[in-house]
């Protein structure tokens, strides 16, 4: 299982930090990953944390304001959101799978519920 927070209302160029708690098994066996959906729109992937060797990837539009990392004692993934933009408007969501890490959203096996981000002044 997996439990998202720390979403919430943030002014344009604020930060956020995202937490993904995971239960019932380890961070550190699967490849957990990051999406976001907004209105009308798809789910996106955001970033992804990889199980083996703690390789990351984002997405272009997050290059160098988000960083992604991993709590192996907490069990817990986090996204650390900055500089944070209106289109960064969604409802977040973590995922598991056990395969390498992609921002694929349909190659994930397990996810948790979303945690809204709002950024508006």
């Known amino acids: 299982q997996l439990q998202a927070s720390g979403g919430g209302l943030v002014q344009p160029g604020g930060s956020l930090r995202l937490s993904c708690a995971a239960s019932?098994?380890?961070?550190?066996?699967?490849?957990i990953g990051w999406f976001r959906q907004a209105p009308g729109k798809e789910r996106e992937g955001v970033s992804c944390?990889?199980?083996?060797?703690?390789?990351?990837v984002y997405a272009d539009s997050v290059k160098g304001r988000f960083t992604i990392s991993r709590d192996t004692a907490k069990n817990t993934v986090f996204l650390q959101m900055n500089s944070l933009k209106p289109e960064d408007t969604a409802v977040y969501y973590c995922a598991a799978e056990t395969r390498p890490c992609t921002l694929r959203p349909d190659l994930y096996d397990y996810w948790g519920q979303g945690t809204q981000v709002t950024v508006s002044s």
């Open positions: 019932g098994f380890r961070v550190s066996s699967y490849s």
């Open positions: 944390i990889a199980t083996s060797d703690f390789s990351t």
